[in-house]
Nanobody
Framework: QVHLVESGGGLVQAGGSLRLSCAASGGSFDSYNIGWYRRAPGKEREFVAT????????GYSTSVKGRFNISRDIAKNTVALQMDSLEPEDTAIYYC?????????WGQGIQVTVSS
């Protein structure tokens, strides 16, 4: 079974940057579309960004486009989310996900807090 672990979260001031990483064990990101989602207090889970492992092509939510950048490290089998120009509205628990035939894999989530 594939296990996903997020890291790199924390507290940052508005306008600052933070870099999240998602590592996979027990499996590979190869041939999959890896996604980042987030859930803020009182809100539903929302899509943030996705990357196609094979090509590296990426897609973003309009709310983060131009500020966030998703990338992959093939050698390390990890996916990163570089977050710049952070806003208090970005405060949420961020999750890494990889699709599967039956049940999608999700990380445990990591807290990102942006102060004003």
């Amino acid at each position: 079974q594939v296990h996903l672990v997020e890291s790199g979260g924390g507290l940052v001031q508005a306008g600052g940057s933070l870099r999240l990483s998602c590592a996979a064990s027990g499996g590979s990101f190869d041939s999959y579309n890896i996604g980042w989602y987030r859930r803020a207090p009182g809100k539903e889970r929302e899509f943030v960004a996705t990357i196609r492992w094979s090509s590296g092509s990426a897609g973003y939510s309009t709310s983060v486009k131009g500020r966030f950048n998703i990338s992959r490290d093939i050698a390390k089998n990890t996916v990163a989310l570089q977050m710049d120009s952070l806003e208090p509205e970005d405060t949420a628990i961020y999750y890494c996900t990889r699709p599967a035939t039956s049940n999608d894999y999700w990380g445990q989530g990591i807290q990102v807090t942006v102060s004003s």
